[in-house]
């Protein structure tokens, strides 16, 4: 499973009212949820993402609420895989399920620079920056999660038989 795409960069400590303010949380569209992704930190993400790109991140991204909305909003909005420093548990948690691509490589997201083209070959866990020709090794997903994540999520996986 690889993934390559543009860098779309934020800071430590995003959490989840960040990423989809909960004035939006009355709506399970997710056209609608990815229209108002990040609106409240970032006003020019949902003009200038796009499908494929990917989000680097520092400390503890999706710390806060454990709502499933977050990485619902940031993979309908393009977004293919998300790298930071740290994740919050429940949103890694609750990503893996919807079937979002989340890497923790610290390395990778220090150094990873806003606007970088960015390859993620989750097969071998190696994140190369095609900007700078940096390369960085995290854990490789294993297969139950890239079925997961292939099939769209947890509960698509089970209907297809993917994952039992």
Known sequence: MKFEGTVIKYGDNVDTDVIIPARYLNTIDKKELASHCMEDLDTTFTSRVKAGDIMVAGENFGCGSSREHAPI?????GISVVI???FARIFYRNSINIGLAIVECPEAAEAIEEGHIVEADLDNGILTDKTTGAS?????????????????????????????
Do not use: D
């Not at 909003?73 to 909005?77: D, L, M, P, Y």
């Not at 994540?149 to 038989?161: A, H, M, P, V």
């Open 136 to 164: 960085f090794k995290t854990a490789p997903f294993p297969q139950f999660i890239q079925n997961i994540i292939e099939n769209g999520g947890l509960i698509e996986s089970i209907r297809k038989g993917a994952v039992k």
């Open 73 to 77: 909003a940031i993979k309908e909005s």
């Open 84 to 86: 930071a420093k740290s």
